[in-house]
């Protein structure tokens, strides 16, 4: 299985990490890469500092950790906290310690028992910042570089080359292997930038909703879950299965046009959202339907994941202050769409509405959502091939004229006897077929995509002040409790109605792999 290096989401300001003599030994003097055992770390060739001390550093290179404190009597208790941090962090290994560059005020003092935590922590050398004051004794398995101008250096650990005159410190990156091929690449932070992100995930081709064996230019993301042969639906399955499968991610960032989000955070049994249509500022992002592209985030901690989406949406058109603080009490239980066909899911199913009912109030509300919809006597709201047709209708139309067209301009020109180029069968039937749809039909799609929506709020999910939405629906979003192998088409969501849509992991129930034979 091909892996692919990623760079990690630290807790520190940098993502440094730096290499041992021994360390040394397994890499070439002028690779960028060095190995702590079963690690794997990036140095990066920038310089963070550089300073005129460079006699203390014997051979070519050592690690650096970088402890900075505001308390003016630093004793052992002081920097066992700081070193705390650094433990909890998924980049740093007590292996940083050989050197400890201590930043603090110019009034403070390194206590005694501070420096004897020092020691015993098998500390080689400290620098001391310009002012910070000492009364450790001589110690020859100690070296005190006093008055060293730390001002560019942040909390992290470094690597620390010389080159005979000076000593410089480097960023380092945790490097993992891919073993779940959810990435295309890793990324460097941009420098300046607030969050550290890990890599690229994959994306089905141009967001279309390609099946797991209809791929052609990467090999589908694995699912961790089960005995490993399930899929992770599409078109986010990249993070969908990232932040299934790796605890080094804290969460996980996709498009949802039409369930692209919450059918991968469904299988891998994370939390997933599709916020609001046009709630998020999508500038930038790669287009595949204005009408219901969304951005949306996975997170395995429900904790996170309401952190993060408020700040989702702290920059959206739907202010975060203006939403109720009341909860709805109503929980709408669509009996056209359940129960599950699998009886244990089911199970798994009941208990959740339960909880909901017993710890938030709510009362179920069962409703037929098909007999609602054939009530209508518009046939874009009670036909399903007629309402499906809206949503096909604006794929092919916005992804031919923002990325189709000119990418299929562009391989003619380059390729004049290679035929339609060799898309994915999914982005190769929107774009054949792009001469079907105008823009009169577009603005048809457009004007039932509202009637749609304002008859759904009429008569499903009412608005209300008091609580945003009087109610909530509770529906099953990826196979209706059965597995869903990596060769077996998964149906599509409904996404017509602009609602936020939620994704949350319940549980599990068994089940017999027609592939690995095992339960």
């Not at 390194?110 to 004051?133: A, F, P």
Request: charged share 20%; aromatic share 10%; glycine share 6%.
């Amino acid at each position: 299985m091909l892996s692919v290096p990623l760079v990690l989401l630290s807790t520190f300001s940098c993502l440094c990490i730096a290499a041992t003599e021994e360390v040394r030994a397994n890499v070439g003097e002028s690779s960028p890469v060095l190995h702590f055992g079963n690690l794997s770390y990036y140095v990066s060739d920038d310089a963070v500092t550089t300073w005129d001390c460079s006699s203390f550093v014997r051979g070519s290179s050592r690690t650096l950790t970088s402890f900075i404190t505001e308390e003016t009597n630093i004793t052992a208790k002081v920097l066992s906290k700081l070193l705390d941090k650094y433990v909890e962090d998924d980049v740093w290994t007590p292996a940083f310690l050989e050197t400890v560059a201590l930043k603090a005020l110019s009034d403070a003092i390194l206590t005694l028992d501070g420096y004897d935590w020092l020691l015993s922590h098998k500390v080689e050398h400290l620098l001391l910042s310009n002012g910070l004051q000492t009364h450790a004794y001589l110690s020859n398995n100690l070296t005190i570089v006093p008055d060293v101008s730390l001002d560019g250096l942040q909390a992290g650990p470094y690597i620390v080359s010389n080159n005979g005159s000076h000593i410089t410190t480097h960023e380092v990156y945790r490097l993992f292997e891919d073993k779940y091929q959810a990435f295309t690449q890793g990324i460097i932070p941009v420098s300046g930038s607030n969050g550290i992100f890990d890599g690229k995930t994959k994306l089905s081709q141009f967001a279309w909703g390609t099946e797991p064996w209809k791929w052609n230019d990467f090999k589908y993301p694995w699912n961790p879950r089960g005995d490993g042969w399930l899929e992770v639906a599409f078109s986010s399955s990249g993070s969908g299965a990232a932040i299934a499968g790796y605890d080094w991610i804290d969460f996980a960032m996709g498009s949802d046009t039409g369930g692209s989000v919450r059918m991968p955070a469904a299988l891998g049994g994370s939390y997933g959202i599709r916020p609001t249509h046009n709630a998020m500022d999508l500038t930038g992002a790669l287009p595949l339907s204005h009408l219901f592209d969304t951005a949306g985030i996975f997170a395995r901690d429900p904790v996170l994941f309401s952190q993060i989406s408020q700040k989702w949406y702290a920059d959206s058109s739907v202010p975060i202050a203006k939403v109720p603080k009341a909860f709805p009490k109503k929980l709408l239980y669509p009996v056209d769409y359940l129960p599950l066909k699998n009886a244990k899911a089911q199970e798994v199913f009941d208990s959740f509405i339960s909880t909901l009912e017993n710890d938030l109030g709510m009362k179920t509300e069962k409703i037929n959502v098909t007999a609602i919809l054939q009530k209508s006597d518009n046939p874009y709201i009670n036909t399903v091939a007629m309402t499906e047709s809206l949503f096909s209708t604006s794929l092919i139309w916005d992804s031919w004229r923002d990325l189709g067209k000119d990418l299929v301009a562009r391989w003619n020109a380059t390729y004049p006897n290679a035929g339609f180029p060799p898309f994915d069968p999914e982005t190769r039937n929107g774009y054949i077929n792009h001469g079907t749809v105008n823009q009169s039909a577009y603005d048809e799609v457009i004007k039932h995509k509202k009637e749609f929506a304002t008859f759904a709020k009429k008569n499903i999910l009412r608005l209300s002040k008091k609580t945003c939405s009087e109610s909530i629906m509770i529906l099953e979003s990826s196979a209706s409790g059965l597995p869903s192998y990596r060769e077996e088409f998964l149906n599509h969501e409904e996404v017509v109605e602009p609602s936020t849509s939620l994704t949350t992991p319940l549980g599990s129930a068994d089940w017999h792999s027609h592939r690995s034979s095992r339960l």
